[in-house]
C-alpha cells in the first residue's frame, strides 16, 4: 500500500482533506511581452501561472517581474495573453529572464461584438470605439469569490480593479479613471465612480450615501452601513459574458450616466434541445495571513521595561506578570469556502428555457464573520416567425456577519483575555477583541431580485423593433448591537440613566447601543428602440437606432437607534432603551432620455 501524504481540517462539521506541501522553491523571473508586428512593449499584458490565478502584469512599456514558488520551478508553465493576440505558453525551465513576443489573433476581428443594452452588435471589425469582450468561461469561475468583477482583475486592459477586504462590499471599478469627484472626508455622500452596469438590459441600482443623513453616509467608522455589492445579486455560474464599454464613443449612446464606463452584462439562456442537467460543487480552506511576527509576552515585557528604564521611568519597571496571550491566532482560525450550483436547460422549436439554483458560503478567517447567498434564475424565450420574447427573473439572499471588528489588532501579550473571575478582561472605549467578537452583532440580510421583460419585432433584414422593461429590486435589513458587558457598549456618564452608579465609573453608566437600519430600493427602466441596418454593395455599410428611455429609482431609509439595556447579555427591543432615536429619509430620482 502507497502512503497518502495528506492533512485534514475540521470545520463546521465537514472534513477537508488537503495535500501536505512539499518544499518550495523560489525564483524572481522578469521579462519584456511585445508586439510582432511592431516590436513594441504591450502594457497590461498578463504573465500567468498555467492552471491558476497568480502572475504579473506588465506595466507602460511591456515589462515585468514576478516571484515564482513552486516545488518544481523548472516545470511551471508560463502563459501569456493579451486582448486581441494569441496566448502562448513558455516552459520556464533555468531561465530568469524572458523575451516573449505575441502574433495578433488571426479571427480575432470576425468576433461579434454586442455595442449596447439595445440588442445592437457587430462585427469587431466595424466597431469605432472602444469595446472589450470578456467570457466568463475564461476567468476561472471556481476561485472562491462573492461576485464575478472580483474575477476581472488582470483581465482587461485599462480597467483598474480594486476588491474590498470586507466579504460582499462592492468592488472599486475605474474604466477611465477617476470619473467622479470624490468627498474630502472618509464619507463617500451621493457620488459614485463606478461604472453604469446593465444585466440583461436592468440598469442596477448601486447603494450611495444619503447626503444630509449621518447614518446612511456609507464611511468607514464602527457605526457604518454594510454595504452589497449590487453583482452578488447575480450566481458566479449564470453569467455568460462581459461587455466593458470604454470611451465616450462607445458609451455615447447612454450619456451623462455613463461617465465612469459601462459594463454589460449577458447572462446564460436555455438552447434548443433535449432537457439538460449541469451541478458543480467547490469547496476549499482559507487562512489568515500574519505579515508580522509579535513578541510573546515575556519578550515584550522585556522591551517595555527597557524602554522605561532608558526614559528614567523606573517605577514603571515590572516583572513578566507570565501571561502571554496570542491575540492574532485567537481572532482568526481556519476559513471555508463552499459554492454548489445545479441549472437545467433545454427547447423545443419555439421556446428555450433554463433555471438554475446555487448556494455559495464563505466562512472568513476571522472567527465568527461570514457570507452566504442564495442565487436563482430563471429565464424564458418564446420566437415564431418575426416575433420574440424574453423573460428573465433572478431572485437572491444575501447574509452577512462580521462582529469581529477587531481581528488585527496589535494588543499587549501580557493582557489576559479573562480576569480572574472568569469575565473577559475589560477595554475602554473599543473593548476586548474576543468579547467584541462573541458578544456583539453585526448582520445584513438583503433580499433582491431582478427582473426583465423584453420583446423583438422584425419588420425586415434591415428595420427592427425592440422594448424592454427591468427592474431591479432589494430589501436589506441590518442589525448592530454593541453589548453592554464590553467596552465597546460604554457610553460614558448620565445622572439620568438608570444604570447610574458612580460618576467616576471609567467604564460609562449608560451600557449597550443597538442599531436597525433598512434600505429599501426599488428601481425600473423601459426603453423603446428602432435600429436600422443596410449594406449597399460591398464595401458600404449605413447603420443607425432611434429610442426612448425612461428610468426611475426611489429609495426609502429606515433607522431606529437604542443606547442603555437592562438586559445586557442579549439584544433587547430598541423601544426597551433608555434613550431612543427614529429616523426615515427618502431619496428618489427620474429620468428621460432620447437617442
Known amino acids: ?72 520551478i523548472n516545470n511551471v508553465i508560463l502563459e501569456i495573453s493579451y486582448l486581441g493576440y494569441q496566448t502562448k505558453e513558455i516552459v520556464v525551465g533555468s531561465k530568469s529572464y524572458f523575451d516573449i513576443t505575441l502574433e495578433e489573433g488571426a479571427t480575432s476581428l470576425d468576433e461579434i461584438v454586442i455595442t449596447s443594452s439595445y440588442g445592437t452588435a457587430k462585427l469587431k471589425e466595424e466597431v469605432v470605439g472602444s469595446i472589450a469582450t470578456v467570457k466568463a468561461k475564461d476567468l476561472g469561475l471556481e476561485q472562491p469569490v462573492i461576485s464575478i468583477d472580483e474575477l476581472l482583475e488582470g483581465q482587461v486592459a485599462g480597467v483598474s480593479i480594486q476588491i474590498s477586504s ?5 468592488v472599486k471599478i475605474d474604466i477611465r479613471g477617476q470619473g467622479s469627484i470624490t468627498p474630502l472626508n472618509s464619507n463617500i455622500v451621493g457620488t459614485s465612480t463606478q461604472p453604469l452596469i446593465i444585466i440583461d438590459g436592468i440598469i442596477l441600482s448601486e447603494e450611495i ?12 467608522g464602527n457605526l457604518s452601513e454594510n454595504i452589497l455589492n449590487p453583482l452578488a445579486k447575480i450566481g458566479i455560474d449564470d453569467i455568460e459574458s462581459f461587455n466593458i464599454l470604454k470611451d465616450a464613443a462607445a458609451v455615447g449612446l447612454y450619456g451623462a450616466d455613463a461617465a465612469n464606463g459601462v459594463i454589460i452584462i449577458t447572462t446564460k439562456k436555455g438552447r434548443k434541445g ?4 449541469t451541478a458543480s460543487n467547490q469547496i476549499g480552506v482559507t487562512t489568515a495571513f500574519n505579515g508580522l511576527k509579535y513578541l510573546n509576552g515575556e519578550q515584550y515585557q522585556t ?22 496571550t496570542d491575540w492574532f491566532n ?78 488585527s489588532f496589535a494588543l499587549p501579550p501580557t493582557i489576559p483575555v479573562k480576569d480572574e473571575n472568569g469575565n473577559y478582561t ?15 452583532v453585526s448582520d445584513a440580510t438583503t433580499i433582491a431580485f431582478l427582473t426583465s421583460l423584453q420583446a423583438n419585432y422584425t419588420f425586415s433584414d434591415r428595420l427592427k423593433f425592440s422594448t424592454l422593461f427591468g427592474l431591479d429590486y432589494s430589501d436589506k435589513d441590518e442589525d448592530r448591537y454593541f453589548s453592554g458587558l464590553n467596552g465597546s457598549g460604554d457610553f460614558g456618564t448620565d445622572n439620568d440613566s438608570p ?81 431612543q432615536d427614529y429616523q426615515n429619509d427618502i431619496s428618489e430620482s427620474a429620468g428621460r432620455s432620447l437617442f
Not at 450615501?209 to 468607514?220: E, I, P, Q, R, S
Not at 433535449?274 to 442537467?277: C, H, P, Q, V
Not at 481572532?331 to 433554463?354: C, Q
Request: hydrophobic share 35%; no cysteine.
Open 303 to 324: 522591551v517595555i521595561n527597557e524602554y522605561n528604564a532608558n526614559s528614567g521611568n523606573f517605577q514603571n519597571v515590572q516583572p513578566w506578570n507570565g501571561v502571554n
Open 426 to 440: 475589560r477595554f475602554d472605549t473599543f473593548g476586548n477583541p474576543l468579547a467584541v467578537a462573541n458578544q456583539n
Open 166 to 170: 470586507q466579504l460582499g462590499e462592492p
Open 499 to 579: 444604570f447610574f452608579r458612580d460618576p467616576t465609573d471609567s467604564f460609562g453608566l449608560v451600557k449597550g447601543r443597538r442599531m436597525l437600519r433598512n434600505r429599501d430600493t426599488r428601481r425600473w427602466n423601459w426603453n423603446a428602440s428602432l435600429a436600422y441596418n443596410n449594406t449597399f454593395g460591398k464595401n458600404h455599410m449605413i447603420d443607425g437606432i432611434l429610442g426612448i428611455e425612461a428610468r426611475k429609482e426611489k429609495v426609502n431609509f429606515g433607522y431606529a437607534m437604542g443606547k442603555g439595556f437592562d438586559n445586557e447579555s442579549v439584544p433587547q427591543p430598541v423601544e426597551t432603551a433608555f434613550e
Open 274 to 277: 433535449k432537457l439538460s442537467f
Open 209 to 220: 450615501g444619503l447626503d444630509g443623513n449621518n447614518f446612511f453616509d456609507v464611511g468607514t
Open 1 to 72: 500500500t502507497k502512503k497518502l501524504e495528506i492533512n485534514y481540517i475540521i470545520k463546521d462539521k465537514q472534513i477537508v482533506f488537503v495535500d501536505k506541501k512539499p518544499s518550495i522553491q523560489s525564483r524572481e523571473i522578469s521579462g519584456i511581452v511585445k508586439s510582432k508586428s511592431d516590436n513594441t512593449g504591450i502594457p497590461n499584458a498578463t504573465i500567468l501561472i498555467k492552471g491558476t490565478k497568480k502572475g504579473a502584469i506588465t506595466d507602460f512599456d511591456g515589462k515585468f517581474s514576478y516571484l515564482i514558488k513552486d516545488d518544481n
Open 330 to 407: 485567537l481572532l482568526n482560525t481556519t476559513g471555508l469556502f463552499s459554492r454548489i450550483n445545479f441549472s437545467a436547460s433545454g427547447g423545443v422549436k419555439n421556446s428555450t428555457y433554463r433555471a438554475s439554483l446555487g448556494y455559495q458560503k464563505t466562512a472568513e478567517a476571522q472567527i465568527n464573520n461570514s457570507f452566504e447567498k442564495i442565487n436563482a434564475s430563471f429565464s424564458y424565450r418564446y420566437n415564431k416567425d418575426k416575433f420574440d420574447a424574453s423573460l428573465v427573473f433572478s431572485p437572491s439572499l444575501a447574509l452577512k456577519k462580521d462582529p469581529n471588528k477587531l481581528y
